[in-house]
């Protein structure tokens, strides 16, 4: 059904970088997603340096994101849930579903999400990641990925790299005309790859009109 899949944005308590995870696909594998996404940062909007707590669940996360560059991800796992344990935050939430992800624990991924989002909604990256969940699951939910993609394109507009997998969901669900637009804002914000699939979904529509046009043509006497 589907020719791509989305795989997570992942956040660190360091400066903005990308861990890239393995590339893999629906159908097709010479097509696919974006790759891992910006970092948790290691404080929330509450946080006080002068909470036991919260420092301590800061250091497990620093830990736990050490590990995920390190490429141990069931180590870097464990302590994102011991960051949960003592005080939740959406940075942690959000980093231990990546790592449930990479490991392919899908619904684990999604609970942590959800719960991330719900801590902190205006995160695009968890909405995105979210999507990526859902796509890959083993029972795919594309309208789900769809309504989160969405939100995540009305948070971030002007990221291209959320408006190519909106796109592609989109023309998996053939929403050819919707996917074209999405197209087209993710070439116009830096996505060149992006104008591949322009010309494909403009080859499609056109095919789409053609064969409309046969269908509804008066037979010749």
């Known amino acids: 059904m589907f020719n791509t899949f989305l795989r997570p944005f992942?956040?660190?308590?360091?400066?903005p970088?990308?861990?890239?995870a393995p590339r893999?696909?629906?159908?097709?594998p010479h097509r696919t997603f974006f790759a891992t996404r910006r970092f948790a940062t290691s404080t929330t909007p509450h946080s006080t340096a002068s909470d036991p707590a919260e420092v301590q669940a800061n250091q497990c996360l620093e830990q736990g994101t050490q590990k995920l560059e390190e490429g141990d991800i069931e180590a870097a796992r464990a302590l994102y849930k011991r960051s949960v344990e003592i005080k939740k935050t959406a940075s942690s939430l959000f980093n231990l579903g990546v790592t449930h992800y990479h490991l392919k624990e899908y619904d684990d991924a999604i609970n942590a999400w959800k719960e991330s989002i719900a801590l902190q909604?205006?995160?695009?990256?968890a909405h995105t990641n979210l999507a990526s969940a859902y796509i890959i699951s083993p029972i795919p939910r594309p309208d789900l990925a769809l309504q989160h993609l969405h939100v995540a394109s009305s948070l971030a507009p002007e990221d291209p790299e959320i408006a190519f997998n909106l796109a592609a969901v989109l023309e998996a669900c053939g929403r050819l005309?919707?996917?074209l637009t999405y197209y087209k804002r993710s070439k116009d914000f830096g996505v060149e790859r992006a104008a591949v699939h322009i010309r494909n979904v403009s080859a499609k529509i056109f095919g789409k009109k053609?064969?409309?046009?046969?269908q509804t043509e008066v037979p010749k006497r």
């Open 10 to 15: 992942v956040r660190s308590v360091a400066a």
């Open 210 to 214: 053609m064969k409309e046009a046969e």
């Open 177 to 179: 005309e919707d996917a």
């Open 121 to 125: 909604p205006s995160s695009p990256d």
């Open 24 to 28: 893999s696909t629906f159908s097709r």
């Open 17 to 20: 970088r990308r861990i890239h």
